[in-house]
Nanobody, 123 residues
Framework: VQLQASGGGWVQAGGSLRLSCAAS????????IGWFRQAPGKEREFVAFISRDGSSTYYADSVKGRFTISRDNAKSTGYLQMNSLKPEDTAVYYC?????????????????WGQGTQVTVSS
């Protein structure tokens, strides 16, 4: 499995970005994916989760109502739509493949990671 995150960039507070996670290797529709982020000097934290068929999603409280996770299995791509961005959303964002069949919010429960994409939100 290979995952490649893209779509990051610089945006002013209140703006939007859409991240993509392009997958290759094992059939994309056979595993759940998650998005995480890591700010300088901080631990990697969970952002959002989506099940393999897209029927189940879960969000960190800090992004609920502002971020939307989705996936297109035909394109082997996952997405994270980020709206109403805040300076505290600034981080490197990673997509990852889950090892479980249920919601997973802990990084060690994911076994393949994309390289990360930088998101910077200015005030």
């Amino acid at each position: 499995v290979q995952l490649q995150a893209s779509g990051g960039g610089w945006v002013q507070a209140g703006g939007s970005l859409r991240l993509s996670c392009a997958a290759s290797g094992r059939t994309f529709s056979t595993y759940d994916i998650g998005w995480f982020r890591q700010a300088p000097g901080k631990e990697r934290e969970f952002v959002a989760f989506i099940s393999r068929d897209g029927s189940s999603t879960y969000y960190a409280d800090s992004v609920k109502g502002r971020f939307t996770i989705s996936r297109d299995n035909a394109k082997s791509t996952g997405y994270l739509q980020m709206n109403s961005l805040k300076p505290e959303d600034t981080a490197v964002y990673y997509c990852a493949k889950s090892t479980l069949l249920v919601v997973a919010t802990i990084p060690r429960l994911y076994d393949y990671w994309g390289q990360g994409t930088q998101v910077t939100v200015s005030s």
